[in-house]
T-cell receptor
Framework: AQKITQTQPGMFVQEKEAVTLDCTYD???????LFWYKQPSSGEMIFLIY??????QNATEGRYSLNFQKARKSANLVISASQLGDSAMYFC???????????FGKGTRLSVIA | DAGVIQSPRHEVTEMGQEVTLRCKPI?????LFWYRQTMMRGLELLIY????????DSGMPEDRFSAKMPNASFSTLKIQPSEPRDSAVYFC???????????FGPGTRLLVL
């Protein structure tokens, strides 16, 4: 069974609008971490934001916020005020426990339209 | 601070040749990960090390793949002999400790003809 599911292969958003990228996860470990990475066309993997399973508040980093709904096992990324430079692939990932490596979803390609 | 360093950035080789990919993790990081990215399979973990010791190599496709970490500042991923289906982007990532964020290198784009 897939541990990370990203159901949106591609998304379009108008510049300056907000967009939500969906991510659901599956784990029985009570301690886990959720991550989002951005991969622009140049290919590098850029860390964006992290949410721990015990964190009470949703994580925020500048224009990025993570909508963490633990009961629904979802960790959606919200990008506010989209910019043309936000066009990229976005990957959701999970780490179970504290030692294991990240497991990634298939990604969502976001295109920002002027 | 320097990030994760990978070399070469691009490699084109012929089927049957040996390929060696190199990685220098961020100084002070004690975990190192090798991932492979393809269109069909996405990002897959190949192997990871904690304190230079291989912990899980279940993602290594077959015996043609091997990885070493002789010290805290260097790791190699070797493919011998290489095959066209090995064509992919190979990422190295490192992490400072338990529960910390993984930081990725720029990747090596491998093409096996």
């Amino acid at each position: 069974a897939q541990k990370i599911t990203q159901t949106q292969p591609g998304m379009f958003v108008q510049e300056k609008e907000a967009v939500t990228l969906d991510c659901t996860y599956d784990t029985s470990d009570p301690s886990y971490g959720l991550f989002w990475y951005k991969q622009p066309s140049s290919g590098e993997m850029i860390f964006l934001i992290y949410q721990g399973s015990y964190d009470q508040q949703n994580a925020t980093e500048g224009r990025y916020s993570l909508n963490f709904q633990k009961a629904r096992k979802s960790a959606n990324l919200v990008i506010s005020a989209s910019q043309l430079g936000d066009s990229a692939m976005y990957f959701c990932a999970m780490r179970e426990g504290h030692l294991k490596p990240l497991v990634f979803g298939k990604g969502t390609r976001l295109s920002v339209i002027a | 601070d320097a990030g994760v360093i990978q070399s070469p950035r691009h490699e084109v080789t012929e089927m049957g040749q040996e390929v060696t990919l190199r990685c220098k993790p961020i100084s002070g990081h004690n975990s190192l990960f090798w991932y492979r990215q393809t269109m069909m399979r996405g990002l897959e973990l190949l192997i990871y090390f904690n304190n230079n010791v291989p912990i899980d190599d279940s993602g290594m496709p077959e015996d043609r793949f091997s990885a070493k970490m002789p010290n805290a500042s260097f790791s190699t991923l070797k493919i011998q002999p290489s095959e066209p289906r090995d064509s992919a982007v190979y990422f190295c990532a490192s992490r400072a400790g338990q529960g910390e964020t993984q930081y990725f290198g720029p990747g090596t784009r491998l093409l096996v003809l």
